[in-house]
């Protein structure tokens, strides 16, 4: 595509016309438009406007159906400030052999110690 028919895409698909319009009146097939448009956030309004539920900021258009965060870090940090939303069913209760602390740990039911340090603490006494 030339750099006059991208401007023309970018004016038209902001007028809010379709991807085969667009196509038609350019001549160029219909698959370049979409993959022009989805490359340039010139997609839909569901795409284009999709905000990042912890940070609120826009999120570029992903492939993935439903993306809630625009980064690792933002899901893992809101996973962190809402966990009652977690569905957890595999959570276990422990007693720390070294501490003798009673710990709770979510999917790992081999779990020993509480802590790096304390599993530390195992190896060098057994030693």
Known sequence: MTNAQKEQVKTMRNKGESYAAI???LGAPLNT?????LRNNLGSDAMTKALC???KKQMAYSNRPSRRFC???CRM???HEHPKKLKQKAV???IC???HKEFSVYGNAKRKYCSRKCY???KAVAK
Do not use: R, T
């Open 23 to 25: 196509a038609e009146m």
């Open 33 to 37: 438009i979409k993959s022009y448009c």
């Open 53 to 55: 539920e912890q940070c």
């Open 71 to 73: 980064s690792d870090i």
């Open 77 to 79: 940090a809101w996973w």
């Open 92 to 94: 276990y209760h422990f």
């Open 97 to 99: 052999p070294v501490c």
């Open 120 to 122: 530390g603490k195992s």
